[in-house]
């Protein structure tokens, strides 16, 4: 046995170089995805019969110090993309994340709102399951807190995240236990923003579930092109090939942008920068910036309506589907959703 499988085999995490270059270890990989693949109900549906699909699953599991077997009992198809069960995910942010000590969680809010407050309904198929029995409104100020201290800081990296910011809820789960299905959105969350490395191209399912399919993106162009766009025009000439690449950029910061603040920030840059982009480039990327703000505004809005709810005012329930629909052209389509759902849930309420 070489040197380098001996100190693979110490850490447990062999890494991506050794996979490749080492031809020992490969072939043991090999064996193994032979093996997985003939293992029948040992592995999924998806696995069985297909060597080339247990390879992958077995070099990403050597890449993690996990075992293969595990590793593939815990993944779904999901529209053709490999999906991983959020315990899994959780699971290799904490071996894996570069930071002194696991991710801490802490509560707040009104949980006794939503702890235990669920509804049995039937399905098509006569299956009967739980949903959620609280409202929009009850979820407000409900969250959780996660930190931890990365290695070479003295103080935590913190994550807040709130349960209305958890928008697809694919599972039953959300509904017996909430607190602990947003906790590990939390450490998704947490690791997308601080060591965005770890799970480079990993998704749970309900992220591949979302309403508006988040591919993993290269920003790099996008941040040097913008930061190119706050130095002074070179130029009074527009120079088409130039154009078009940082209206591409700031179009692609005002997809990034999460906060009304930070939509207003680029939508200055793009007046900044209005002679270099051009009329039609200018006139269209204003009207993007201006939907987006909209946008957060409509948001705002609509939650203060939701809030305001008291369970007894038919005329105030109308009154925000008037809102929501109003609104419609200007949300973000993820939150047009969740706001058409909560109102679906809400109406038997106000229609008795």
Known sequence: MSTEIIEQKKNGIIDNVSILTNGDLFD??????????????????????????????????????????????????????????AQLVNAIINSMAPTKDRIHFEWFGPW????????????????????PGWSLADEKGVGVRAWATLKGEDE??????????AQVRNSTLWASDPRQQLAYLSVKRWARLYCPD???????????????????????PVASAVT????????????????AELAEALSAALDEASTQEEAATIEQRIAK?????GSSLLFSLRGKAQKKRSGFRGV?????????????????????????????????????????????????????
Not at 307 to 324: H, I, P, W, Y
């Open 28 to 85: 043991r990989l090999m064996k193994i995805s032979e093996v997985m693949a003939k293992s029948g109900a040992m592995v999924p549906q998806h696995f069985r019969d297909q060597p080339d699909a247990c390879m992958a699953i077995t070099m990403q599991a050597a890449r993690w110090g996990m075992d293969p077997f595990v590793v593939a009992q815990k993944t779904h198809l999901v529209n053709g993309t490999l999906g991983y069960e």
């Open 112 to 131: 006794e709102n939503i702890l235990g407050c669920f509804v049995e309904k039937t399905g098509k198929s006569g299956n009967k399951y739980i949903a």
């Open 156 to 165: 935590p990296r913190e994550l807040v995240l709130y349960l209305s910011q």
């Open 198 to 220: 770890v799970i480079l191209g990993i998704y749970s399912d309900d992220e591949l579930l979302e309403p508006t399919p988040r591919a993993e993106k290269d920003i790099t």
């Open 228 to 243: 190119e766009l706050d130095s002074p025009p070179t130029s009074t000439e527009p120079d088409a090939g130039k154009a």
């Open 273 to 277: 920068h209005k002679d270099a982009l």
């Open 300 to 352: 705002s809005e609509i939650d203060a309506a939701f809030s305001a709810l008291d369970g007894t005012d038919n005329q105030k329930f109308q009154q925000l589907e008037t809102l929501v629909a109003n609104w419609k052209n200007a949300l973000p389509p993820a939150d047009y959703e969740r706001f058409t759902l909560a109102l679906d849930d809400l109406r038997p309420e106000y229609q008795q």
